[in-house]
């Protein structure tokens, strides 16, 4: 981070009312130009232009003081990003907006600029896209929640197509509350209007923020902070009868209670609520239901209704410890462990011509990823399966290189089995209990 920067984001801290009113100088700065342009990854698919950081790379000084000439002066403008799709766990597709190499830097700064701003700001409800915040971080504040704040109900919610449907006037509201530059809003209204290129066609931006640009995921943030996060804390926990607590991740979220009544006003205030910024929320993941200690043990003819949630690509559900206590149970969302082994089979299909050192190399760093984020405490039998059957996929295309088998099982564990990682636990999510953390307890 530039020196310039620094002094920024400690004098953002230092004064959180403050409306700031020169930032173009710290957006077209070519020393913070030259260090977003390092951070980007070469391997990344180019934009509608083409350009990579490799050829970006070529005369490197000369196009940086260009482009920060071109957004001092206001001549800068953003080209359309790249459609693209990516299969997501329901097995539907998820839109991606791909920028041209030169807006990713811009993007990269502006994002820096608005971290800056508002990262004192956030509360800390929120997990998603945030320095030192993870996925993990956000599951672990959940099983706090409903073991040691005697939760007993859940909202689990996602907003419908949320990225696609983020209303450019409340967004640029919400800015102009800390930002009195109206050079820098112009630059960011910009990149909202510069719309999306598909096949060849042209959309204008008239809604939304592009799914795969840099500075979208703090606007998505700050969008919902004043939408959501605010107006849980300082408005709707005011007029609750018992504990409540909010637990977001980008567009993903869910909401603890201690009483049932509380959660259902929820349910009908959080739609009023969204649908007063053009939102409203997907009902095939949003549900109420009994969740906490009072359903240990209970079976299924006493309650109706579902008694599980899905958070973060994890599925919630009511659990025992060993001593017989209530524990937040965790485990993978089955369905997309199901679509992860068909897509994974699919591109070990594909990579038979490229050789088995290669097929052998990607699926050691496909299992490496996955058991980082699932290898979570809880879940260590999902774990074992998943590694199970995405050995028995490479077994599998490994003997279908030729037509004649080539590999047995003695041989396969012999020769490959020790390239590929073993399941184990990463995180420990369990949280610790509120009887070993009251004061004067041996136990902490």
């Not at 959080?270 to 910024?277: G, I, S």
């Not at 899905?310 to 937040?328: I, K, Q």
């Amino acid at each position: 981070m530039t020196t310039k920067l620094e002094r920024f984001t400690l004098k953002a801290r230092e004064e959180p009312q403050t409306r700031f009113t020169a930032l173009m100088g710290l957006l077209g700065d070519p020393d913070g130009l030259r260090e977003s342009f390092g951070r980007q990854d070469g391997r990344k698919a180019p934009g509608i232009d083409g350009v990579t950081k490799a050829d970006y790379a070529e005369g490197v000084q000369a196009r940086l003081e260009d482009l920060s000439a071109r957004i001092r002066r206001l001549g800068y403008r953003p080209q359309p990003a790249r459609r693209t799709y990516i299969p997501k766990g329901d097995g539907r597709m998820r839109p991606l907006g791909v920028p041209a190499f030169e807006d990713r830097l811009v993007q990269d700064r502006l994002s820096l600029i608005l971290q800056a701003i508002w990262e004192p700001e956030f509360r800390n409800c929120s997990f998603g896209f945030r320095p030192g915040r993870s996925a993990h971080d956000a599951l672990r504040r959940v099983a706090e929640v409903i073991t040691n704040e005697r939760t007993q109900w859940v909202v689990e919610a996602d907003i419908k197509g949320f990225f696609d449907h983020v209303s450019h006037a409340h967004l640029l509201r919400f800015l102009e509350h800390r930002i009195g530059d109206p050079n820098l809003l112009r630059i960011i209204r910009r990149f909202l209007k510069a719309g999306i290129m598909e096949d060849g066609a042209f959309t204008a931006g008239v809604e939304g923020t592009p799914q795969g640009g840099l500075v979208s995921p703090v606007l998505s943030n700050i969008y919902l902070h004043y939408v959501l996060d605010l107006w849980f804390e300082e408005r709707f926990v005011r007029s609750c009868t018992g504990k409540a607590y909010l637990i977001r991740y980008a567009d993903d979220y869910v909401a603890c209670f201690e009483h049932e009544a509380d959660a259902r006003a929820f349910m009908a205030a959080m739609t009023e609520r969204l649908a007063q910024f053009d939102l409203e929320v997907e009902p095939s993941k949003t549900a109420l239901l009994a969740f906490g200690s009072a359903m240990l043990g209970r079976r299924r003819v006493e309650y109706e209704g579902p008694r599980t949630f899905s958070f973060l690509g994890f599925t919630h559900y009511v659990g025992r410890s060993r001593r017989g206590r209530f524990v937040v149970g965790r485990k993978s969302d089955g369905k997309r462990v199901r679509k992860q082994l068909t897509a994974l089979n699919a591109r070990l299909r594909a990579m038979r011509a490229q050789g088995g050192n290669a097929m052998v190399a990607f699926l050691a760093r496909h299992l490496r990823g996955h058991i980082q984020y699932y290898g979570v405490s809880g879940n260590s039998r999902w774990v074992s399966s998943y590694v199970y059957f995405a050995t028995g996929l490479l077994f599998k295309w490994l003997n279908r290189r030729s037509q004649k088998r080539s590999l047995t099982w003695k041989q396969f564990d012999a020769y490959l089995r020790r390239w590929l990682p073993r399941a184990r636990i990463v995180h420990d999510l369990y949280p610790v209990p509120w009887w070993k953390t009251q004061t004067g307890s041996r136990m902490v």
